[in-house]
């Protein structure tokens, strides 16, 4: 079975955006964006994961289930795993915002100018730093996932990355009944090649699934 470029349970507002304006080191989703997520906060599975309350079954805690599910590799972007910006500072080791164990138990693959050694952490997550652009880390990830598939983590500009170069096999959104009004947009010019092939209503989020085209 072919390994897919997956995109699982992103949170999106009404009005298209996948985090707030004004990111920062106290706000890293930026202004609102922790509204985005509201609906994965209360699932069991994400209070497993993070070590948190919550305990909600049912629709929301299935999709957040497939976050996770069938995923042997991640990728992510230099902002999701950190604030820190120019060359790695050997005097501030930013190991990123999730502790000494990370939630992922997989290699994840971080896009980088600047090179760095890869950083192993609790629980089985292994920070490699990618500096060759998003292919180079698809071909790396999916290597690493050992037949499973890969999961694109964000943040907003890595998955439009990828979904401009037509890479991202499906694409499972969270829509949440916000609105943002400015912020990273996730959805529009270049993003093609996508079609929905399935919806469900929560009354917490609508989740969307989109798959590649033929």
Request: aromatic share 8%; glycine share 16%.
């Amino acid at each position: 079975m072919a390994q897919l470029l997956r995109v699982n349970a992103f949170s999106v507002s009404l009005d298209g955006y996948g985090a707030g304006p004004d990111q920062s080191l106290d706000d890293p989703i930026g202004r609102g964006g922790h509204r985005l997520h509201e609906w994965l906060f209360g699932t069991r599975t994400f209070g497993e994961r993070f070590g948190m309350d919550g305990t909600g079954e049912g629709v929301d805690d299935l999709f957040a289930r497939t976050d996770f599910d069938g995923i042997g590799a991640g990728i992510m972007g230099r902002n999701m795993f950190g604030p820190v910006r120019g060359p790695w500072d050997p005097d501030q080791p930013w190991t990123g915002w999730w502790g000494d164990r990370p939630p992922y138990g997989h290699p994840v693959f971080v896009l980088t100018h600047h090179p760095r050694e890869p950083l192993e952490m609790e629980g089985g997550t292994t920070f490699h730093f990618v500096t060759g652009g998003i292919h180079e880390a698809r071909e790396r990830a999916l290597a690493a996932a050992d037949g499973a598939d890969v999961r694109i983590n964000g943040g907003v500009d890595t998955i439009r990355q990828f979904l401009r170069a037509g890479l991202v096999d499906r694409l499972n959104l969270a829509l949440v009944p916000t609105l943002l009004g400015e912020g990273e947009r996730l959805l529009g010019d270049g993003v093609d090649g996508l079609e929905c092939i399935g919806f469900t209503a929560t009354p917490s989020a609508v989740h969307i699934q989109l798959a590649k085209t033929a």
